[in-house]
């Protein structure tokens, strides 16, 4: 932490010294600068594996997830910003190797404690003139719900979201437009092992209360493969439709509908992806009442991969969006890694129940239920049920820049996990037909300054 704050304040000395020396010639920066700190304290049981066995993954875990963000934000004349956010977490109680599962034993650096770059950036608006804003450097980028688009670093949970992206913005009237390209992942060598996204977002707003939004991606993944066939690509296109406003009073509605295509290495054979997802909810508020209830309904919908159809691949990509968007916490992320990476969103029926209140003036209660189904089975006359989540979040805001709040989630889970094979895991530690409830758990407090 004294490393962190020394090097942040070190850096706002040098560009206010900068600013001075420089006075005559050019107009200093305007200055601003904050962060926030975030408190977790998580409890997991057979959150990886739905299983108690010691022999596979004993994933009963206890511990703190700490982090710590500070930016200093230098905004100059001509509508030009620059922006720096660095950021800490370490997760007291966790092994550091689980997440440097690249690395031999021996070279494990100690990953919580790394103090990394969480964003920056360099801001133009009216970009040479134009009624374009020039966004280049380390990002957050979200659009939507992040049904597609939200988590650029999915490896490191919830500690940063950024893409390394360049981005163009503007506006026309009741439409606005973004045009971006990013670099999720350099190869060592050269183009040919790297991944780079892609993507045209479009917004409109000349309906009443409404917003429709139309979006095009492209995911080019290169990695190196086998002997036999030394390159893999996979080319993903994902062409999609977005709608949201007030359906009549007091009732919203959002709905998203997504159609991807392109080519993917299965085993060496190159697939035409054919895939579909999309989402659908309806909630219901009701402001007049005192404790402020409303309602909500959602279905969530995408493709999984047919058997018997061995000339296409109908697995959704989950693009980046592999963060826990569903429910309260992070125990259905976690369980998707028995299909595959942490929270890959694919071959799922997902329908949602949620009632939220306002019981006290700053306290907000919601009572959430999850049923979650499977498009596809891994083996014929398997179940397509993957269980029900019941869950609960109590939100208290303290003061204006201090907030907490208490989750907890429990996942029965359903008879489609008999028999699978948890992420990483060889066929000699399949899940027995008795598969084990979860159960997640945090508590947390966030402070803004």
């Not at 305007?30 to 304290?41: A, E, H, P, Q, V």
């Not at 390159?231 to 991807?260: C, D, F, M, P, Q």
């Not at 209830?293 to 693009?319: N, Q, R």
């Not at 992070?330 to 998707?336: K, Q, R, S, V, Y």
Request: hydrophobic share 35%.
């Amino acid at each position: 932490m004294k490393k962190i704050l020394t090097g942040l304040l070190s850096f706002i000395f040098i560009l206010g010294l900068a600013g001075i020396c420089s006075a005559e010639e050019t107009v200093a920066p305007k200055l601003s600068f904050g962060g926030d700190i975030r408190i977790r304290g998580q409890f997991l049981a057979n959150n990886t594996d739905l299983s108690s066995r010691a022999d596979l993954n004993d994933d009963k875990e206890q511990y703190f997830r700490h982090r710590t963000r500070l930016w200093i934000k230098g905004e100059l004349e001509e509508g030009y910003t620059a922006y720096v956010r660095l950021a800490v977490e370490p997760r007291w109680g966790h092994p550091d190797y689980a997440y440097n599962d690249s690395l031999p034993d021996a070279t494990k650096p100690e990953w919580t404690n790394h103090l990394i770059i969480d964003n920056s950036y360099i801001e133009a608006k009216n970009f040479l003139g134009t009624p374009v804003t020039l966004k280049i450097g380390r990002q957050d980028m979200s659009y939507g719900e992040g049904f597609l688009i939200l988590e650029g670093t999915p490896a490191d949970g919830s500690r940063t979201i950024y893409f390394d992206a360049i981005k163009l913005s503007g506006g026309f009237g009741d439409t606005s437009a973004d045009l971006f390209t990013a670099k999720i992942d350099e190869g060592a060598y050269n183009n040919q092992d790297d991944e780079d996204l892609y993507g045209l977002y479009i917004t409109n707003k000349s309906l009443k209360d409404q917003t429709i939004e139309v979006y095009g991606l492209q995911r080019e993944q290169r990695s190196i493969g086998t002997v036999a066939k030394p390159l893999k690509h996979n080319s993903t296109t994902a062409i999609g439709v977005r709608a949201t406003g007030k359906a009549i009073e007091n009732l919203s509605y959002a709905v998203e509908l997504a159609k991807e295509f392109g080519k993917y290495d299965k085993a060496g054979a190159d697939m035409d992806r054919k895939a579909t997802g999309g989402l659908a909810n309806l909630t219901y508020a009701m402001p007049q009442v005192p404790t402020q209830p409303s309602v909500k309904l959602g279905a969530y919908y995408t493709s999984g991969d047919k058997s018997g159809t061995e000339d296409k691949y109908e697995a959704w990509d989950g693009f980046y969006s592999e963060f826990p968007k569903y429910g309260y916490g992070d125990i259905l992320a976690n369980l998707t890694k028995i299909d595959g990476d942490e929270g890959t969103w694919t071959n799922h029926m997902i329908y949602e129940l949620d009632v939220k209140a306002t019981p006290l003036p700053k306290m907000t209660t919601s009572l959430g239920f999850l049923y979650l189904m499977a498009n596809t089975t891994p083996t014929a006359g398997t179940s397509k049920i993957r269980g029900r989540c019941p869950q609960a979040k109590l939100e208290y805001q303290f003061t204006k820049a201090v907030s907490g709040h208490l989750v907890g989630q429990y996942f029965l889970p359903g008879d489609y996990y008999n028999g699978l094979i948890p992420y990483g895991k060889t066929a000699a530690d399949h899940l027995s037909d008795d598969v084990d409830k979860a159960f997640f758990g945090r508590a947390e407090m966030n402070i803004k300054f």
